[in-house]
């Protein structure tokens, strides 16, 4: 996963505006730090993705964001 498609996925799942909140603000258990510090730190876009979706419960079925294969049933 690309930052960009990193970007489009967020804005998908949560809106631009709360988005970047949620990567500003909301710690990211496995990172010990936001995902924007995560993501400049050198942390893959597609683990800051999963690492968001988990604490943010988002449906697995959701998970895949933007450039990655959705779940097979």
Sequence with gaps: ???SEFRQAL???F???YGRVLTRDLI???FGCTA???LAGGASARDV???LCAETDVP???WYGAGLPAARS
Excluded: F, H, I, V
């Design 60 to 62: 697995k079925a959701r």
């Design 11 to 13: 804005s998908n799942e």
């Design 49 to 51: 993705w999963l690492a």
């Design 28 to 30: 990211l258990t496995p």
């Design 15 to 17: 809106g631009e505006g």
């Design 36 to 38: 924007d510090q995560a």
């Design 1 to 3: 996963m690309r930052l």
